[in-house]
């Protein structure tokens, strides 16, 4: 563990600037710092080319050489995004280098997959890359922080990311909070998230619903309900609060019966079981309110024989 940790420490300084690349790489050129220590963004600039650190070298890869990350968490890709990135590389070529690591004659992706789609989108074979030697270790770790701090990861991408890596590190959420720089409560709510049902986790992810009611819907045990709930959102555009009077409604308990209502009610079926053996034929008796003696009397029939068989009986 304390093997893992330390690792762990030296991966998330070197990622911390990754992440730093693909936000760059998808708003604008960056602008000339000058900063005490050297960060990867400041040192593999496209005018500069040089290296954040012995062994590190940026070099033009064929991307057919290059193998997806298996660690990648993002399962939805917004098109739209990608193609206006792609028509920018079109223009003005990619600003900067994905994050490789060597692996015999080809090139595993550690970071910046969004840039490498948009990259293919654009009909161009190679991409400028920053080759990087690490561990299976520090490429998963790579692979999550990067993804765990991007801000358009949705809610479920995120929080299976934060699963993902509490299990891989065997860590706890205080201690990935520490590494992260996140609060422990905000992964732990993130980390709530899959025990939604399938149908909600869907549309959550569909951004059909928000966190908010998510979040929410996390307080009704009950799984059939809660998916019904998390439709009756989606269908009539419930906000959180109406949804959380929705949920105190359900779980306020039935007023219990008073004793006089119910002694009534109780003599009231023995009447209707006594007229059905009287009559032959099933009757209902409703009463009108608490405090009067109006009400209505039912008597089934089921043919004409039935018929005459009750009309005989109340009129002898």
């Known amino acids: ?10 991966g998330l300084n070197s990622l911390l600037s990754s992440t730093r690349i693909d ?7 960056p602008q000339p710092q000058i900063e005490p220590t050297p960060r990867i963004t400041d040192t593999i600039a496209p005018e500069s080319r040089t290296v954040s650190r012995p062994g590190d070298y940026v070099t033009e890869l064929t991307i057919d050489k290059i193998n997806r990350n298996p660690h990648q968490p993002r399962q939805e890709w917004d098109q739209q995004k990608l193609l206006d990135l792609s028509e920018s590389i079109k223009a003005n070529g990619l600003i900067q280098p994905i994050l490789v690591r060597p692996m015999g004659d080809t090139f595993q992706l550690i970071a910046g997959e969004r840039r490498l789609r948009a990259t293919q989108m654009a009909g161009k074979d190679k991409i400028p890359a920053l080759v990087r030697d690490a561990t299976e270790e520090q490429m998963l770790e790579w692979a999550l922080v990067e993804n765990i701090h991007r801000a358009d990861l949705n809610s479920l991408e995120r929080a299976r990311a934060y699963q993902q890596y509490l299990s891989r590190f065997s860590m706890t959420q205080q201690e990935a909070a520490e590494k992260l720089g996140e609060d ?3 992964i732990a709510n993130y980390i709530r998230l899959l025990e939604l049902t399938d149908d909600a986790r869907n ?4 951004g059909k619903i928000s966190m908010g009611h998510a979040r929410a819907l996390l307080g009704v045990p009950d799984k059939n ?3 019904r709930l998390a439709q009756q959102v989606f269908k009539q555009h419930l906000s959180v609060r109406k949804l ?6 359900m779980k306020k308990p039935a007023p219990a019966p008073e004793p006089e209502q119910t002694a009534r009610q109780s003599h009231i079926h023995e009447l209707e079981q006594e007229m059905t053996r009287s009559l032959g034929s099933r009757v209902n008796i409703k009463t009108s309110g608490k405090k009067t003696h109006r009400g209505k009397i039912t008597i089934e029939f089921y043919n004409l024989d039935d ?3 009750i009309r005989q009986k109340l009129l002898s």
């Open 23 to 29: 936000q760059i790489a998808e708003t604008a050129p």
């Open 1 to 10: 563990m304390s093997e893992n940790k330390k690792r762990l420490g030296r």
């Open 184 to 186: 422990r409560s905000t």
């Open 203 to 206: 549309l959550l992810a569909e």
């Open 307 to 309: 018929f005459e068989n």
């Open 225 to 227: 309900a809660q998916a």
């Open 244 to 249: 959380e009077q929705l949920i105190q409604q």
